[in-house]
T-cell receptor
Framework: RKEVEQDPGPFNVPEGATVAFNCTYS??????FFWYRQDCRKEPKLLMS???SGNEDGRFTAQLNRASQYISLLIRDSKLSDSATYLC????????????FGKGTHLIIQP | EAGVAQSPRYKIIEKRQSVAFWCNPI?????LYWYQQILGQGPKLLIQ????????DSQLPKDRFSAERLKGVDSTLKIQPAKLEDSAVYLC?????????????FGNGTRLTVT
């Protein structure tokens, strides 16, 4: 099993719809989780951290399920500008950060 | 605050040639990372520095790749000799410290094409 797995998509979603995708991780000792957004030919940028209690930032909600070892990102009322690749990041700690990126989920919001 | 600076933005070289990339992290950031991102994949860590010391270089192909961070600020990544499969975007990132809640700030990357 790969360390961090994401469905690559693409997810084609009409504008205004709600979309959710998951990211599974294999290391049960993982401590920190993040979602990054990457636009085409741009660098990744932090979208939000994922806390144990879940967190919400406007239209975006991130949740962590430690029992099943996955994190999720939900986008409500999707906008055309939400089209991007969403990368999950898992930090496992240890001597180094043990920071691992998923391959990303490609989201396309259609008018 | 000024972001992570990288140069050059683009580089085209022939296989077996050498190339070097430069990164200047955000001022005061102790941790610096070099990532390789091949088209369609997530970033893959090549090397992580804490100040001027190497924390993790387990995925760095040391027969051809080298990196240094003299004085714990700027960093350079070198490839010698380059192979076709080295074509990728090389991203530099920095964070204030190592640790669980310290997200990364990325530069805009160097896009390398090896022909």
């Amino acid at each position: 099993r790969k360390e961090v797995e994401q469905d690559p998509g693409p997810f084609n979603v009409p504008e205004g719809a709600t979309v959710a995708f998951n990211c599974t991780y294999s290391n049960s000792a993982s401590q920190s989780f993040f979602w990054y957004r990457q636009d085409c030919r741009k660098e990744p940028k932090l979208l939000m951290s994922v806390y144990s209690s879940g967190n919400e930032d406007g239209r975006f909600t991130a949740q962590l399920n430690r029992a099943s070892q996955y994190i999720s990102l939900l986008i409500r009322d999707s906008k055309l500008s939400d089209s991007a690749t969403y990368l999950c990041v898992v930090i496992s700690g240890g001597g180094a950060d043990g920071l691992t990126f998923g391959k990303g989920t490609h989201l396309i919001i259609q008018p | 605050e000024a972001g992570v600076a990288q140069s050059p933005r683009y580089k085209i070289i022939e296989k077996r040639q050498s190339v070097a990339f430069w990164c200047n992290p955000i001022s005061g950031h102790a941790t610096l990372y070099w990532y390789q991102q091949i088209l369609g994949q997530g970033p893959k860590l090549l090397i992580q520095f804490q100040n001027n010391g190497v924390v993790d270089d387990s995925q760095l192909p040391k027969d051809r790749f080298s990196a240094e961070r003299l004085k714990g600020v700027d960093s350079t990544l070198k490839i010698q000799p380059a192979k076709l499969e080295d074509s990728a975007v090389y991203l530099c990132a920095s964070s204030p410290r190592m640790g669980y809640q310290s997200p990364l700030h990325f530069g805009n990357g160097t896009r390398l094409t090896v022909t």
